[in-house]
């Protein structure tokens, strides 16, 4: 099994990829993971991460849409899990070049 950090680094930032496409953002980390994980090391780790953070601002995002009415919290919200989206793909893009392992704030784990 073979350590391919910058693997690990475009696996995280393939998230960003919902800047550019409506889902893209979910499917090439997914797709990433799914072929790689028993062959370079650290993917499973790396990409069940990604996965359980990518989990996560979904369920976020749905719990702000009702939270609009109430003050528009759910704006707030939505503008805090921009930020989110975009910030902590690139950190742990950084961290995977480094051998570290993957730090996603917020995020429930699904896949262990």
Known sequence: ???NKEL????????????????GGFVAPLII????????????????AILNF?????IYALLCIPLILFFGLGILGF??????????PIINAVKATNNEAPNYPFSIRFLE
């Open 1 to 3: 099994m073979q350590r």
């Open 8 to 23: 690990l680094a475009i696996t995280h930032l393939s998230q960003l990829l919902d800047l550019v496409t409506v889902i």
């Open 33 to 48: 993971w799914m072929i790689k994980k028993d062959e370079v090391e650290g993917m499973d780790e790396h990409g069940k």
């Open 54 to 58: 990518r989990i996560s601002m979904f």
């Open 79 to 88: 503008i805090l899990l921009g930020i989110f989206y975009f910030i902590f």
